[in-house]
């Protein structure tokens, strides 16, 4: 089964530079979440789109921003980097109304800042 | 605010042996809980998901239990393989909100 892509797996960046993080979810998967995990924590909600609507919002930095696509697609853009933006940075789906929103992740994007 | 705590945070048994893992959250009003599996450096892969109406869910080797009004989950493993090994996380999700509220896990080795 098809499951949800995220690009690239791996990126290296220098502080004050800018990253952009993108998700494919799972095909008839309308509803998108961005999910930050830094060494050693659990994952902390970022944002959630649904129908390209910004749906919920948790501890995003300003100095992020997201947005979702017409083809659901989502890109996770971060600017002026910083030492602790360091992650791994999962993106999830999941379908309006089926299998009680249960939300399945991708292999997440790793990034490192220095 | 929902907090999740899981305990134990790491359980190292023989192969064969059943495993509880236990999952505590301070606000019962969820919508839903999941278990999750991680592998280390990897994604999250989602084992079970209750529904706030449900008591248990059952795949394979693995049953997860739900009880709203002691704030508890629990997350049974029959017959552990080494290839169990991993780091289990439940999280909660509650109404209103799209936000998984994740526990610090429990990092599980399974021995042959």
């Known amino acids: 089964a098809a499951g949800v892509i995220q690009s690239p797996r791996h990126l290296i960046k220098e502080k004050r530079e800018t990253a952009t993080l993108k998700c494919y979810p799972i095909?008839?998967?309308?509803?998108v979440y961005w999910y930050q995990q830094g060494p050693g924590q659990d994952p902390q909600f970022l944002i959630s789109?649904?129908?390209?609507?910004?749906?919920d919002k948790g501890s995003i930095p300003d100095r992020f921003s997201a947005q979702q696509f017409s083809d659901y697609h989502s890109e996770l853009n971060m600017s002026s980097l910083e030492l602790g933006d360091s992650a791994l940075y999962f993106c999830?789906?999941?379908?309006?109304?089926?299998?009680?929103?249960?939300?399945?992740f991708g292999p997440g994007t790793r990034l490192t800042v220095t | 605010k929902q907090e999740v705590t899981q305990i134990p945070a790491a359980l190292s048994v023989p192969e064969g042996e059943n495993l509880v893992l236990n999952c505590s959250f301070t606000d019962s009003a969820i919508y839903n809980l999941q278990w999750f599996r991680q592998d280390p450096g990897k994604g999250l892969t989602s084992l079970l998901l209750i529904q706030s109406s449900q008591r248990e869910q059952t795949s394979g080797r693995l049953n997860a239990s739900l009880d709203k009004s002691s704030g508890r989950s629990t997350l049974y493993i029959a017959a552990s393989q080494p290839g169990d090994s991993a780091t289990y996380l439940c999280?909660?999700?509650?109404?209103?909100?799209?936000?998984?509220?994740f526990g610090t896990g429990t990092r599980l080795q399974v021995f042959p």
């Open positions: 789109f649904y129908e390209k609507m910004q749906s």
């Open positions: 999280a909660s999700r509650s109404y209103n909100t799209d936000k998984l509220i």
């Open positions: 095909p008839r998967h309308d509803t």
């Open positions: 999830a789906s999941s379908r309006m109304g089926q299998g009680w929103y249960e939300q399945y």
